[in-house]
């Protein structure tokens, strides 16, 4: 395979030339659901591959040098359709609780990734790539196409300099640099944000009433119309759906505001699409009934024999971040989900049998216990969890990489604000809020990006005071690790209403973390605690209430130690928190000097009583806040 594939790659890459035979596609034409065609480019084996190798380099280069802002979700690791709609919820809790008034601005842009200009394209790569990669990266975008439509080809025709090949690999990294630049806009600020997701495009704007409202969002739309049509793009007003929420009455809750776009009056909907998920708007306040009822339909409409593939997949979209379902919801839902499960093993819907006739009259999770016992027993046999099980599962798991990760930033701090720390065993606490526990090792990941890809003179600088917040966040994670500390989330350290704690990812999940016994909720902090979490919900109890445990399989309370750290147990853990912290700096492509590693934390022994909290206290204060 050497000559047939990684030669050619490798005199590619080498030389920055894109050979011309490579960038011949054939174009495929799709019609889109409502009116209009996605042409979509397919491409040349080979040349998948080089792009597949590009892209690579690409998008560790683009993370490395953080070149793409916070609000980009779009096509980035560990990001996702959720990360965007958090930032919904979040600034619109935030500005309910403030007593503002906001609405939220879906946009939507003309054939946005066929309309971008090469030329403007290029302008902007060539602040980040020079010589051989700029050429490359150039060359991919000239184009020849062969339509196939009807089993007719046509003639081989050049493209025109405008947008990327739509089903290309470098297409979404490119066009979400691209587009990133709005993010820049100077009349963003903390009252009008944006967020991104490709081309999905999201104007978020409070203020203090609806007259207010009108105008600072006719000004930020009137700057961001005047961005995108530099950068060659085009916003359609027809296609642009406002949302406005406040307590105010005013207006019909906003409802009979006017915004401008392009000298055209839009009005506010009631409920808006974005990102799979229907957002309503219900005399001033953010629902998702109408989503929750067209997910129902979904579960209803899918062919049973790929039941768990289509229902389940429909039921997960954005499900970390999104409220909880109520158990009524869930009720009605599970049962459709049973029924599925009785056509695809061929069998009829059967009553509950005459002689359990007492059973049926009993209630549990909405169902009789005639029903709820068929359905977990059927879920039981099939190796499937039940809706709840798999709603809490998927918000741990996501709470557990957000932390993991930290690529959305906005998110992870959010996380980190609402965590409690404490003593194990105990009600002491430590700390209310505490700083990201992976801040220096993401920073260390970033910099090994750009080095393997010999790209050392872009690396972010690592010097003693991160050196010591590194080593700092290791022991605190070992303290966890060890079960001397234990954590929590607080929803009212973000909000002090109710509301908050039931719909804003993750205070919704505050029950559920302190529901879990103390070896599986450590594993939320542990880099590598996401399978664990996922072998203990698999071997959980089925059932369907919305809880970590039902009345069957709850355990007795859970008693967790009080452990007391003395000298020797904390000489131990010190010596494995060295040899994590020269694991990860070698892991990480960094010489550190020899000895390094716990200096400042002896200095401190030294001048203080070994403490537990006192030393926690320390270690936290010694992480840099990024």
Same mark, same amino acid.
């Not at 820049?184 to 999201?202: G, Q, S, V, W």
């Not at 007003?237 to 949302?243: D, G, M």
């Not at 059927?378 to 499937?384: F, S």
């Given at each position: 395979?050497?000559?047939?594939?990684?030669?050619?790659?490798?005199?590619?890459?080498?030389?920055?030339?894109?050979?011309?035979?490579?960038?011949?596609?054939?174009?495929?034409?799709?019609?889109?659901?409502?009116?209009?065609?996605?042409?979509?480019?397919?491409?040349?084996?080979?040349?998948?591959?080089?792009?597949?190798?590009?892209?690579?380099?690409?998008?560790?280069?683009?993370?490395?040098?953080?070149?793409?802002?916070?609000?980009?979700?779009?096509?980035?690791?560990?990001?996702?359709?959720?990360?965007?709609?958090?930032?919904?919820?979040?600034?619109?809790?935030?500005?309910?609780?403030?007593?503002?008034?906001?609405?939220?601005?879906?946009?939507?842009?003309?054939?946005?990734?066929?309309?971008?200009?090469?030329?403007?394209?290029?302008?902007?790569?060539?602040?980040?790539?020079?010589?051989?990669?700029?050429?490359?990266?150039?060359?991919?975008?000239?184009?020849?196409?062969?339509?196939?439509?009807?089993?007719?080809?046509?003639?081989?025709?050049?493209?025109?300099?405008?947008?990327?090949?739509?089903?290309?690999?470098?297409?979404?990294?490119?066009?979400?640099?691209?587009?990133?630049?709005?993010?820049?806009?100077?009349?963003?600020?903390?009252?009008?944000?944006?967020?991104?997701?490709?081309?999905?495009?999201?104007?978020?704007?409070?203020?203090?009433?609806?007259?207010?409202?009108?105008?600072?969002?006719?000004?930020?739309?009137?700057?961001?119309?005047?961005?995108?049509?530099?950068?060659?793009?085009?916003?359609?007003?027809?296609?642009?759906?406002?949302?406005?929420?406040?307590?105010?009455?005013?207006?019909?809750?906003?409802?009979?505001?006017?915004?401008?776009?392009?000298?055209?009056?839009?009005?506010?909907?009631?409920?808006?699409?974005?990102?799979?998920?229907?957002?309503?708007?219900?005399?001033?306040?953010?629902?998702?009934?109408?989503?929750?009822?067209?997910?129902?339909?979904?579960?209803?409409?899918?062919?049973?024999?790929?039941?768990?593939?289509?229902?389940?997949?429909?039921?997960?979209?954005?499900?970390?971040?999104?409220?909880?379902?109520?158990?009524?919801?869930?009720?009605?839902?599970?049962?459709?989900?049973?029924?599925?499960?009785?056509?695809?093993?061929?069998?009829?819907?059967?009553?509950?049998?005459?002689?359990?006739?007492?059973?049926?009259?009993?209630?549990?999770?909405?169902?009789?216990?005639?029903?709820?016992?068929?359905?977990?027993?059927?879920?039981?046999?099939?190796?499937?969890?039940?809706?709840?099980?798999?709603?809490?599962?998927?918000?741990?798991?996501?709470?557990?990489?957000?932390?993991?990760?930290?690529?959305?930033?906005?998110?992870?701090?959010?996380?980190?604000?609402?965590?409690?720390?404490?003593?194990?065993?105990?009600?002491?606490?430590?700390?209310?809020?505490?700083?990201?526990?992976?801040?220096?090792?993401?920073?260390?990941?970033?910099?090994?990006?750009?080095?393997?890809?010999?790209?050392?003179?872009?690396?972010?600088?690592?010097?003693?005071?991160?050196?010591?917040? *590194?080593? %700092? @966040?290791?022991?605190?994670?070992? /303290? =966890?690790? !060890?079960?001397?500390?234990?954590?929590?989330?607080?929803?009212? $350290?973000?909000?002090?209403?109710?509301?908050?704690?039931?719909?804003?990812?993750?205070?919704?999940?505050?029950?559920?973390?302190?529901?879990?016994?103390?070896?599986?909720?450590?594993?939320?902090?542990?880099?590598?605690?996401?399978?664990?979490?996922?072998?203990?919900?698999?071997?959980?109890?089925?059932?369907?209430?919305?809880?970590?445990?039902?009345?069957?399989?709850?355990?007795?309370?859970?008693?967790?130690?009080?452990?007391?750290?003395?000298?020797?147990?904390?000489?131990?853990?010190?010596?494995?928190?060295?040899?994590?912290?020269?694991?990860?700096?070698?892991?990480?492509?960094?010489?550190?000097?020899?000895? *390094?590693? %716990? @200096?400042?934390?002896?200095?401190? /022994? =030294?001048? !203080?009583?070994?403490?537990?909290?006192?030393?926690?206290?320390? $270690?936290?204060?010694?992480?840099?806040?990024?």
């Amino acid at each position: 395979m050497e000559p047939l594939i990684i030669d050619p790659v490798r005199v590619c890459l080498d030389s920055g030339m894109y050979p011309d035979v490579l960038r011949n596609s054939r174009v495929v034409i799709l019609p889109k659901k409502a009116k209009g065609i996605r042409p979509l480019a397919i491409s040349e084996v080979l040349n998948s591959v080089l792009e597949k190798v590009i892209i690579g380099s690409l998008n560790n280069f683009i993370e490395g040098t953080k070149s793409l802002p916070d609000q980009q979700s779009g096509f980035r690791s560990s990001m996702s359709c959720g990360t965007a709609m958090f930032e919904i919820l979040k600034a619109y809790e935030e500005d309910i609780h403030s007593g503002k008034v906001l609405a939220v601005v879906l946009l939507d842009a003309k054939n946005a990734f066929g309309s971008l200009s090469h030329q403007n394209l290029m302008v902007l790569l060539s602040r980040y790539f020079q010589g051989r990669a700029l050429k490359l990266l150039e060359n991919s975008l000239a184009r020849s196409f062969v339509v196939s439509a009807n089993g007719f080809y046509s003639s081989l025709r050049k493209g025109t300099p405008h947008g990327v090949p739509q089903g290309g690999s470098l297409s979404p990294s490119l066009f979400c640099l691209f587009i990133s630049q709005i993010a820049n806009l100077p009349c963003l600020d903390a009252e009008k944000r944006i967020l991104l997701f490709a081309d999905d495009t999201a104007l978020v704007v409070g203020a203090r009433n609806y007259t207010d409202l009108m105008e600072k969002t006719n000004n930020a739309l009137e700057l961001l119309e005047d961005a995108l049509t530099s950068l060659g793009l085009m916003l359609v007003p027809s296609k642009t759906n406002i949302l406005t929420f406040g307590k105010s009455k005013y207006l019909n809750h906003g409802m009979k505001c006017e915004f401008r776009m392009k000298d055209t009056i839009v009005r506010p909907v009631s409920k808006a699409k974005y990102l799979g998920s229907w957002i309503e708007a219900r005399k001033g306040q953010l629902t998702f009934d109408f989503n929750t009822k067209t997910l129902q339909g979904k579960m209803k409409d899918t062919n049973a024999t790929i039941m768990r593939a289509c229902a389940m997949g429909a039921l997960q979209h954005n499900l970390a971040v999104l409220p909880p379902l109520s158990n009524a919801i869930v009720a009605k839902m599970q049962r459709t989900y049973d029924i599925g499960l009785e056509i695809g093993n061929n069998r009829r819907i059967r009553r509950a049998i005459g002689s359990y006739w007492s059973l049926s009259r009993v209630k549990r999770f909405g169902l009789s216990q005639n029903s709820y016992s068929r359905i977990t027993n059927k879920l039981t046999k099939a190796c499937q969890p039940s809706i709840n099980c798999t709603t809490i599962r998927t918000v741990i798991c996501n709470i557990q990489n957000v932390f993991k990760t930290g690529k959305s930033e906005s998110q992870c701090k959010f996380l980190c604000r609402n965590i409690t720390l404490n003593i194990a065993g105990s009600d002491h606490i430590i700390a209310r809020g505490i700083p990201h526990l992976r801040s220096v090792q993401t920073k260390l990941e970033r910099r090994k990006r750009l080095i393997d890809i010999n790209s050392e003179t872009n690396c972010e600088v690592v010097d003693t005071e991160h050196l010591n917040s *590194l080593y %700092s @966040e290791i022991v605190i994670l070992e /303290l =966890i690790a !060890n079960e001397f500390l234990d954590f929590g989330i607080d929803p009212t $350290l973000s909000f002090p209403t109710q509301g908050a704690k039931k719909r804003l990812w993750p205070l919704f999940a505050c029950d559920w973390i302190s529901e879990l016994p103390i070896k599986v909720r450590k594993q939320i902090l542990h880099e590598k605690g996401k399978s664990k979490i996922k072998e203990f919900f698999k071997k959980l109890h089925v059932h369907l209430e919305q809880s970590v445990y039902c009345i069957q399989c709850r355990p007795f309370n859970e008693v967790v130690p009080m452990k007391s750290l003395d000298s020797h147990e904390l000489a131990i853990l010190l010596r494995n928190c060295d040899k994590k912290f020269y694991e990860t700096l070698r892991e990480q492509k960094y010489n550190p000097r020899p000895n *390094l590693s %716990s @200096e400042f934390l002896d200095r401190w /022994l =030294i001048n !203080n009583n070994l403490e537990l909290a006192s030393m926690s206290k320390f $270690l936290l204060n010694n992480i840099i806040y990024q």
